[in-house]
Every structure is written in structure tokens, then in C-alpha cells.
């Protein structure tokens, strides 16, 4: 089944200590980003890969790190979390940069407290 | 800057009915618009991507338009179900941007029985 992972679910973590939320797409998708979605905000976009080790900051990419280092996988790294970075988190793949359909992950909710 | 903006934000019609979701952008410069349905606790699923060249998509009982000059487009769902309850939202790829989708804020439809 085509699809796009992240794990974790859920998790509740601590001011400061490092995290990372797994992405991995199964379609052989050129393309992947980080969203993340708050209340009437929306979503908004943090990160984004073209392909492997080509990436490039979204609107909100402070306090976030990714890498690309194959073509399926996109972690997003958290090194120091702080309260403001509560949020729901989506991992996002497409098969081209545009005109292609976009599919998300089934989105990671991180509390920090 | 592109905006995105859905009306309304949240509809309530009985099971049966047909019904039209609203999305609206300020700048028509886009390579695609693509809507999607949110189910509370799950990620995104794409419903259908229709590119700027394109006026309407169909999928079973769903039907998006497209009216690039005048920046809208509509979602109709034909014999509404309670299973068709969750967020809709639309997203844009906008040709200046063409690394992300920006998003609306979504409509929030409940089907009752």
C-alpha cells in the first residue's frame, strides 16, 4: 500500500531534550516536506526536499532541522524544544516538485512542556 | 501573497443532501489547487488535484471545479453521508512558491442522520 509513516504518533516531551520525528514514503517520491498545523493558523509549511541531500527552509523552519540522506526517508529533528513547538505535526510526499499529487503522513501530535 | 480562504467554516446539513464547499485564492498564478479531507486524530487524504489547465474533477460523488481567473473553486458532494463528516480543506501551489501547498483554513462539515 502506497503510503507515507511518521512515527511517532503522539509524544509529550520536555523543554530542551532533542527529538526526532521519523517520515517515510514507500512511492519512490522525489519530493517531501514538514508541515506543521495550529489552531487558525493552518498548516504552514516548516521544511522541504527536492531530493537526496537537497533541502531548503520552508515559512517556519526556526527550531527545526531535517536531512535527506535517501530518497525515502525525512526526519525532522527537533535539538531543543521549547513550548511554542506544540503542535501537529504532518510529513508530506509528491512524486514531482509541482503538478503532482501531494500525500500526507497520518501526522505526529507533540506536546512540550 | 497568496491567501486562501474557505467558506464557511463550518456546515451542518442533514444525510441526502448535496452540498458546495467554497475556496477562494487572491492571486490566480498557480500550477494546481488539490482538496483534502481531515478526520479528527488522522492525517490528510487527497480527495482530488486538478491543475490550472483543468475546470473539474470527479470522483464517485465528488466533483471539484476549478475557475482560475476568477480565483475560486467549489467541492460539490452529491447525497451526503455521515461518513463523509470531517475538514475540508483546499491548498494551492502557487507558481512563485512552488515548494509548498498554502492551505486554507478548512470547512468543518458535520452530516447528521
Known amino acids: 500500500e502506497a503510503q507515507v509513516t511518521q512515527n511517532p504518533r503522539y509524544l509529550i516531551t520536555v523543554t530542551g531534550k532533542k527529538l526526532t520525528v521519523t517520515c517515510s514514503q514507500n512511492m519512490n517520491h522525489e519530493y517531501m516536506s514538514w508541515y506543521r498545523q495550529d489552531p487558525g493558523l493552518g498548516l504552514r509549511q516548516i521544511y522541504y526536499s527536492m531530493n537526496v541531500e537537497v533541502t531548503d527552509k520552508g515559512d517556519v523552519p526556526e527550531g527545526y532541522k531535517v536531512s535527506r540522506k535517501e530518497k525515502r526517508n525525512f526526519p525532522l529533528i527537533l535539538e531543543s524544544p521549547s513550548p511554542n513547538q506544540t503542535s501537529l505535526y504532518f510529513c508530506?510526499?509528491?512524486?514531482?516538485?509541482?503538478?503532482?499529487?501531494?500525500?500526507f503522513g497520518q501526522g505526529t501530535r507533540l506536546t512540550v512542556v | 501573497k497568496q491567501e486562501v480562504t474557505q467558506i464557511p467554516a463550518a456546515l451542518s446539513v442533514p444525510e441526502g443532501e448535496n452540498l458546495v464547499l467554497n475556496c477562494s485564492f487572491t492571486d490566480s498564478a498557480i500550477y494546481n489547487l488539490q482538496w483534502f479531507r481531515q478526520d479528527p486524530g488522522k492525517g490528510l487524504t487527497s480527495l482530488l488535484l486538478?491543475?490550472?489547465?483543468?475546470r473539474e474533477q470527479t470522483s464517485g460523488r465528488l466533483n471539484a471545479s476549478l475557475d482560475k481567473s476568477s480565483g475560486r473553486s467549489t467541492l460539490y458532494i452529491a447525497a451526503s453521508q455521515p461518513g463523509d463528516s470531517a475538514t475540508y480543506l483546499c491548498a494551492v501551489t502557487h507558481t512563485g512558491t512552488a515548494s509548498k501547498l498554502t492551505f486554507g483554513t478548512g470547512t468543518r462539515l458535520q452530516v447528521t442522520l
Open positions: 508530506a510526499s509528491s512524486a514531482q516538485f509541482v503538478h503532482t499529487e501531494a500525500f
Open positions: 486538478i491543475q490550472s489547465s483543468q
